[in-house]
């Protein structure tokens, strides 16, 4: 039988029950060959991340774990829909299917159905169940799938760390190279999260740079982003803006290139070795 | 809907008090109507014996439009019976209704045990459950969580039970709908 349970808000937040033999979400066909999570990866339409042996990581949750029985928890009161943090649906027993709620996603407005007598519902508020859910866990083959990293970090806590971030001293230290001169007051200070996170990439690609590689780097990055200066004197890229510093990290990363037909420029939105 | 199921739920585990009280002070339907002046008083007990026993009819027949749930196999760790357990109380309810002397010390009563009973929330035992066939028992889960299990099976070996059709009466009490 399938189940729909709400967790509630909150450390202790228990789950409560809603819904039991109904089908909540569709099972998606496109969940074989999973792709592993990489910041850097912008998924096809059809693709899903997967994280296997899930059970075993560190932000595995409880009720994946334990024997499931929609007996143990309580039905769902009413004064519980204020505080309610995501959906966990169980079917087939064998999937659950998870949704984010947020308050966005209660809908406090008049409605009324499609029918040959409408009738206008006034102070009903309705939750919409999304068409995919945020995200997916197989307990027999013990997979995680997901779409966006950033809706499951509040089902999940810890999995935001999957994509690693600079920490403030790899950020100064990273700014303190040579081939980097910042200008217009830009510091470690003001790299906002998104370039942290391509920092952290970045390091190691750039470290595993010989001296010769790393010159031609600087004369590719040349190449490609006009809006960076760079001084052929010192050898060094003038960074004074957050766009400057993606610029630069994207050069580093080789995300530009140039078709050979039609020999247009451009920039690789996601790339993943093939 | 819920709530007003757990009223007939109460009333029909406390109505024998009543019941019994009516038996005690020998109250008769004959004088109802002409027809009835003739019948011999154990009539009127029946009668009034079969009140709870047709509200309780109807309470099980209600219990499928309760919220559904469901036991999957594995999921049991242990099993107590519970069949007797409500025997001492019950007792405790007919020596009462033997021994109050007006119907106004019933009433009182009567309102007292509902309230308890009602707001006890495990204890809906109603032993004319046991007439349908229904058996009592408590059921521990795998994670460490007791529930109140009124079914016709028999359920012995804790491994290998799975209830397929359960309706919850409410967080702690279900009601198996299969016979």
Redesign the interface.
Known sequence: MNHLLAKKSGRNGEYVKMISDEDIFDLPDDLNNPHEYDTDYNLEDDEWFGIEQFSETDFCIDILIYDFNSAEYNQIALGDYNRLEYLCSYQNDRYYYFQKLSNSQTIRRKWFTISNQPEIHTNIPIIILKEFPDAIYDKDDDVLYFKKLTSITAIFSGIGNLYKEATQEDTEQFLQNDFINLTEGYDASKVKKANRKRIAMAINTFNAFTPEQRNSIYNYIKGYCNNLEFSDVNKTFNIGSEENLKQLMYGIEQRYYTTPIGNERRLANSITAI | MNFLYRLLLTFNATSLIIVVFLVKEKVLINGIGLYLESIPNYVSYIFYFFVPVVLTYMSLLIARLL??????K??ILSIEQANNAFLPSYLGYFFVALSVPYVETLIFIFAILFIFTFLTQTLYFNPLFLVFGYHFYYLN???N?Q?FIITKKELKEPKSIKI?Q?R?IN?FT?IDIVK
């Open positions: 919220s559904k749930d469901n036991i999957s594995g999921s889960t795998t994670n969580v529930l397929d359960l919850r967080n279900f």
